[in-house]
Each structure stands twice: as structure tokens, then as C-alpha cells.
């Protein structure tokens, strides 16, 4: 009987070169910036085309479309996003929407789909593209969309309201999730300037420099060469869901080593009764317990990346690492401001942004698809 493999962490070479990179672009471009963007409520002036210069989004894009040509990896695109929401979570996942776009494409579209759509991403200069999914309502289920997708004579008419999109006001292009009359979940290629597409910015507590936006689509009609895949291609929303939850809880991974770090620092330094804080028992281990919740989340998200890229199902493993990152993710966030006490609630800390964008894990669908 064949041995089953080890469950192995150990990074590729160019994976450890990658994640050096990144992580001095989160603390150079990123960290620096976070307060600024979130008073803003938009990404600092230049930022998305500094994010173009890591490359990550001409990876998997073929050479003859002038990408890189290299295979897709789930792992590698999870590792980025951690590494990127280590810095902010808000810019981070402004910077791959186009890539959770250009994913979707690869993954679903035609070959003259990605040769008409993909080598607009590998020229100089960020192109904003989102994928637009969430719909409002208190019982919104992502594999059930109500927006409506009608065909007529010359291709479809597109009817309903998207929420939550990223970038939505600039995007150029996005994929919008409708259901397809008679066929189920499909997905359109949209572009900005549309007749009766209207975007409209939505405000939230926390994820403001991502710019998430309303559309409301009020019969768009589109040509039969919009539905990605083509009008007999399939499209697989559950695997579109699931990938983008494995993106969205590495994200959170990112966020809350950046809350581990920061309090570690916070509670040594900080002297009460002529001794550092942490030498309380209840501090110390406050601090331990962020640190366990954040390491099997980590192994959780690692593992069900490590499935999708072998190919093997992970779905049961992308459902467990979302709700575990959006459960323990969001007592790390409460806890990294119960420790600063008084000062975890005034904003000369970073920790109470962290912990108002954690609370967006257990949200988002559909962006950040490795």
C-alpha cells in the first residue's frame, strides 16, 4: 500500500522570494498609508499602479497574451493576499479584484474570451476590474442570485442589483452573477459606460478605501459573446465561491498577525504598577490565545489552498477555514482592543481599523478568488 504524502508547509524558492517582496511593499506602500486611506476613503494616489510592479496579475495570464505563462497556483495567490492584508486589508483586496477577475476568466472563459479580455491586464498601468456577486438582503445565498439574466434574439438582458462590489465605481470591466433563464448561475461580462448599468458608493464601518459599490443594472443588454464560457459554455459558481472565500480568509490571516504583532509590542512596552503588563497572567494569556486561534487558522486556510491547487475537492475545506477565520478572526480583532484598553478605542491606534475591517470576513463573496 502507497504511503499517503506528508502535509507539507515548506515554501517553493520562488514562493519565499515572493513573500519577501510583498511583505516589503505592505510595509513600504501599504502600512504607512492604512490610516490615511481609511480617513480618505480611497486608495492613496498611485497606489494600485505601484501594486502592478509585483506582477502577480500577469502570472497566470498565457504568453501569447503577454503574460508569464506560469500555472496558476491557489497556494501562491493566498500567500500574496496574506502577505498584502499584513499591510492593509482594505488596499489589499483592491489590488487583486483584477486578478479574482483574470482568475475567472481562465477558469471559465473561452479561449477567444480570454484572448479578447486578458491581454489588456499585461499592459503598463493598472486596469481596475471587479467581480460582482453579493446582492442585498438579510438571507442572500451566493449560489442563488437574483439577478436575472434573460436571453433575447441577438443575447441577454441583464435586470438586478449587485452590492459590496470592489471598486465598482472604477472598474472598467466586471463579471456579473446572474441566473440565467432556465439555466442557472451564469456570468456576463460588463463593461463600465454600459446603458442601464449605474453604480453608486456604498459606506460602511470598516473596508472604506476599498470603494465597495451598488450597481444596479436596469435591462442591460448585452451580445451573446458577454456570457463568459460562450452561450453553451458552463460555469461553475460553486468553485468561484469557494476560491474567493480561501482569498478572503487569507486575508484575515494577514490582518490578524498585524493585531498579534502590534500588541505583543503594545502590552511589553506598556508599564502599570511599575512592571510591563504582560507580566499579568490574564494579559499573557490573552496574547497566547491570539496567537493559537490565529495558527489553526492559518493551517486551515494553508490546507484547503493546498487542496485546490492539487486538484483534489475542497470545498468542505473552504467553507471550514472561512467560517473559522470569520468566527476566531473576529475575537482576535475584539481582543487585540480589549488589551489596549482605554486606548483601543480611540484611532492613534491601528487596532481598532483592524478590527473594523476583520468584521468583514464573514461578509464578503466573490472577491479575492485565488
Known amino acids: 500500500m502507497s504511503e499517503l504524502p506528508?502535509?507539507?508547509?515548506?515554501?517553493?524558492?520562488?514562493?519565499?522570494?515572493?513573500?519577501?517582496?510583498?511583505?516589503?511593499?505592505?510595509?513600504?506602500?501599504?502600512?504607512?498609508?492604512?490610516?490615511?486611506?481609511?480617513?480618505?476613503?480611497?486608495?492613496?494616489?498611485?497606489?494600485?499602479?505601484?501594486?502592478?510592479?509585483?506582477g502577480f496579475n500577469m502570472v497566470p495570464i498565457a504568453e501569447d497574451q503577454g503574460g508569464l505563462g506560469a500555472e496558476r497556483s491557489p497556494v501562491s495567490n493566498m500567500l500574496i493576499i496574506e502577505d498584502l492584508a499584513y499591510g492593509d486589508m482594505s488596499l489589499a483586496l483592491g489590488a487583486v479584484s483584477s486578478l479574482s477577475f483574470i482568475n475567472a476568466v481562465i477558469d471559465h472563459g473561452s479561449d477567444a474570451q480570454q484572448q479578447a479580455l486578458l491581454p489588456a491586464f499585461t499592459e503598463d498601468g493598472f486596469r481596475p476590474a471587479s467581480v460582482a456577486l453579493m446582492e442585498p438582503g438579510l438571507?442572500?445565498?451566493?449560489?442563488?442570485?437574483?439577478?436575472?439574466?434573460?436571453?433575447?434574439?441577438?443575447?441577454?438582458?441583464?435586470?438586478?442589483?449587485?452590492?459590496?462590489?470592489?471598486?465598482?465605481?472604477?472598474?472598467?470591466?466586471?463579471?456579473?452573477?446572474?441566473?440565467?433563464?432556465?439555466?442557472?448561475?451564469?456570468?456576463?461580462?460588463?463593461?463600465?459606460?454600459?446603458?442601464?448599468?449605474?453604480?453608486?458608493?456604498?459606506?460602511?464601518?470598516?473596508?472604506?478605501?476599498?470603494?465597495?459599490?451598488?450597481?444596479?443594472?436596469?435591462?442591460?443588454?448585452?451580445?451573446?459573446?458577454?456570457?463568459?464560457?460562450?452561450?453553451?459554455?458552463?460555469?461553475?459558481?460553486r468553485r468561484l465561491v469557494d476560491l474567493s472565500r480561501i482569498g478572503v480568509a487569507a486575508a484575515s490571516l494577514g490582518v490578524g498577525q498585524a493585531i498579534l504583532d502590534?500588541?505583543?509590542?503594545?502590552?511589553?512596552?506598556?508599564?502599570?504598577?511599575?512592571?510591563?503588563?504582560?507580566?499579568?497572567?490574564?494579559?499573557?494569556?490573552?496574547?497566547?490565545?491570539?496567537?493559537?486561534?490565529?495558527?489553526?487558522?492559518?493551517?486551515?486556510?494553508?490546507?484547503?489552498?493546498?487542496?485546490?491547487?492539487?486538484g483534489l475537492d475542497f470545498r468542505r475545506e473552504a467553507y471550514l477555514a472561512r467560517v473559522q477565520c470569520a468566527d476566531k478572526g473576529m475575537k482576535i480583532g475584539t481582543d487585540g482592543v480589549q488589551l489596549l484598553g482605554g486606548h483601543g478605542f480611540i484611532r492613534e491606534h491601528m487596532v481598532e481599523l483592524w478590527y473594523r475591517n476583520m468584521r468583514a470576513v464573514g461578509i464578503l463573496e466573490g472577491c479575492a478568488s485565488v
Open 139 to 237: 438571507r442572500f445565498d451566493p449560489l442563488k442570485p437574483k439577478t436575472r439574466a434573460r436571453k433575447v434574439a441577438d443575447g441577454y438582458v441583464l435586470d438586478g442589483v449587485k452590492t459590496m462590489v470592489p471598486l465598482g465605481g472604477s472598474a472598467e470591466v466586471m463579471l456579473v452573477v446572474a441566473d440565467e433563464q432556465d439555466r442557472g448561475p451564469a456570468a456576463f461580462v460588463v463593461e463600465r459606460g454600459q446603458a442601464g448599468l449605474e453604480a453608486s458608493d456604498e459606506r460602511f464601518m470598516g473596508l472604506r478605501p476599498l470603494q465597495l459599490s451598488k450597481l444596479t443594472l436596469s435591462d442591460v443588454k448585452l451580445p451573446a459573446s458577454a456570457r463568459l464560457g460562450g452561450p453553451e459554455g458552463s460555469f461553475d459558481l
Open 262 to 310: 502590534y500588541v505583543k509590542d503594545y502590552c511589553s512596552e506598556r508599564v502599570a504598577f511599575g512592571e510591563p503588563i504582560t507580566h499579568r497572567q490574564s494579559v499573557a494569556f490573552m496574547i497566547a490565545d491570539i496567537a493559537i486561534e490565529l495558527d489553526a487558522m492559518r493551517l486551515m486556510v494553508y490546507r484547503a489552498a493546498a487542496r485546490a491547487e492539487q
Open 6 to 54: 506528508l502535509f507539507d508547509l515548506t515554501l517553493t524558492e520562488e514562493q519565499a522570494l515572493m513573500r519577501d517582496t510583498v511583505r516589503k511593499f505592505a510595509a513600504t506602500e501599504m502600512r504607512v498609508h492604512s490610516r490615511s486611506a481609511d480617513e480618505a476613503g480611497r486608495a492613496p494616489e498611485g497606489f494600485y499602479e505601484k501594486s502592478v510592479e509585483l
